[in-house]
């Protein structure tokens, strides 16, 4: 609701030599305005709107920073790195290796294998598109830590390929001791273990990194303004 209302009028007819008749000059239709409570919601929508301004500047800012970062695929990198951490992470819950009448749910163990290699070859895909030194080098290493355990991963069903991405052979991986599949992917020192903790260097390194850009993108914009200023 808007009100076309100018507070100035209530008392822009004041005489300030005249004290005695300190209503004198107000409009009697802008006194019943107040009355009914007029100018109150005048006021309230006025600042509702301004509110609304301030939070609509702050979000198209914030969305501009976010936007920035994500062009430069680390906020994806910090995604898919986090994604590949817990895919390592349900190997080592108990409820996996959980048997039932001596029997092992094999449809949740291959689901937990399957999950893992969708994770690993999402973080390969990613590292790609990002452009950061530290991250390339823990990328390097581990698939060269991928590439020494092809010949192990192979025999449950996982194979390493030239382009470094894994792929599942079902049948393969159906048929795998369940045990080689534990020991390959939960527990200290196990291959899965140390794919997880370059996966969280990966993410801690996406971090530093969009800290980095947006602190250099605030820095390049100050000076801009500064140099429009001075020109």
Do not use: P
């Given at each position: 609701?808007?009100?076309?209302?100018?507070?100035?009028?209530?008392?822009?007819?004041?005489?300030?030599?005249?004290s005695n008749n300190l209503f004198g000059g107000i409009n009697l239709s802008d006194y019943s305005l107040i009355k009914r409570g007029g100018y109150k919601k005048l006021m309230k929508s006025y600042y509702d709107e301004q509110s609304g301004k301030t939070t609509h500047k702050n979000n198209v800012t914030t969305n501009k920073k976010e936007q920035a970062i994500d062009k430069t695929g680390l906020t994806q990198m910090k995604k898919e790195s986090d994604?590949?951490?817990?895919?390592?992470?349900?190997?080592?819950?108990?409820?996996?290796?959980k048997q039932t009448n001596g029997e092992y749910d094999m449809e949740k163990i291959t689901g937990a294998v399957k999950s893992f290699v969708n994770e690993y070859n999402d973080v390969i895909n990613q590292s790609s598109k990002v452009n950061s030194k530290e991250i390339s080098q823990t990328m390097r290493y581990m698939s060269s830590m991928t590439n020494t355990m092809s010949k192990a991963l192979s025999k449950i069903g996982v194979a390493v390929g030239v382009d470094g991405k894994l792929s599942i052979n079902e049948d393969t991986l159906k048929k795998a001791n369940v045990t080689s599949i534990k020991s390959m992917f939960a527990g200290a020192g196990s291959y899965g273990a140390q794919i997880e903790a370059k996966a969280s260097e990966v993410s801690r390194a996406t971090i530093m990194n969009s800290s980095m850009y947006s602190?250099?993108?605030?820095?390049?914009?100050?000076?801009?303004?500064?140099?429009?200023k001075w020109i």
């Open positions: 609701m808007r009100f076309n209302f100018d507070v100035t009028s209530l008392f822009g007819g004041l005489n300030s030599n005249n994604g590949l951490k817990s895919a390592v992470e349900a190997f080592n819950k108990d409820d996996l290796w602190s250099n993108a605030t820095l390049s914009s100050t000076l801009n303004g500064m140099y429009d």
